[in-house]
């Protein structure tokens, strides 16, 4: 004769069975259909070599009060890995945040990761490199290669998620 613990042990097991087998469906449907993937936006990588960066085109439905359209920077570690993030820009410069990025305060001609001797230094500060930079601003317009604020009071950069496919950065739907 079957125990009662027994009884209730079996089931237990077979609730949880046809959980797992009700929920496995459930999830596969979450994942995009072919054609939604193709439909999602890509970032062309082709010629970014290990140490080099760029303002590449994102969304073109995506702009920022004050004629700014947003831009993806792109930069590939010297370890290969991609860091995508949304930055503000117009007529080829970047909108630097007055402590929030959706509020770009001064035009940087020239932003970028720290070059020593034509080689991007992973330990320096991704910053605007521009002259007219006031102390202040140089200090608080410093982030760390993986995009953290180095400052105390501007926002980390704005990560754009997604993931390489080839010669493309696929962009995550809700970015």
């Known amino acids: ?6 009884l209730v042990a079996a089931i237990a097991g077979m609730l949880l069975i046809a959980l797992v087998v009700a929920i496995v469906p459930f999830l596969q449907s979450m994942n995009p259909t ?16 290990p140490g080099d960066y ?12 004050g004629d700014w359209t947003i831009k993806a920077f792109v930069y590939k570690k010297h370890s290969g ?16 945040p007055d402590l929030s990025w959706w509020r770009p305060l001064f035009e940087c001609r020239n932003f970028g990761p720290t070059v ?29 290669i993986d995009g953290k ?5 501007v926002e980390d950069l704005d ?13 995550r739907n809700g970015n």
């Open 149 to 153: 604020n180095l400052g105390k009071m």
């Open 1 to 6: 004769m079957i125990s009662r613990t027994s």
């Open 34 to 49: 072919a054609r939604a993937y193709n439909d999602l936006p890509r970032i062309k990588l082709t010629g970014l070599a």
């Open 81 to 96: 890995e991609i860091n995508v993030w949304r930055l503000p820009a117009r007529n080829g410069a970047v909108g630097m």
């Open 116 to 144: 020593v001797n034509g080689i991007v230094d992973e330990t320096g500060p991704i910053t605007c490199h521009d002259d007219k930079v006031s102390d202040y601003w140089r200090r608080e317009w410093r982030w760390t």
């Open 54 to 65: 760029r303002l590449a085109d994102y969304l073109p439905q995506h702009t920022a009060p």
């Open 159 to 171: 990560p754009v998620f997604g993931s390489v496919q080839g010669e493309f950065f696929v962009v």
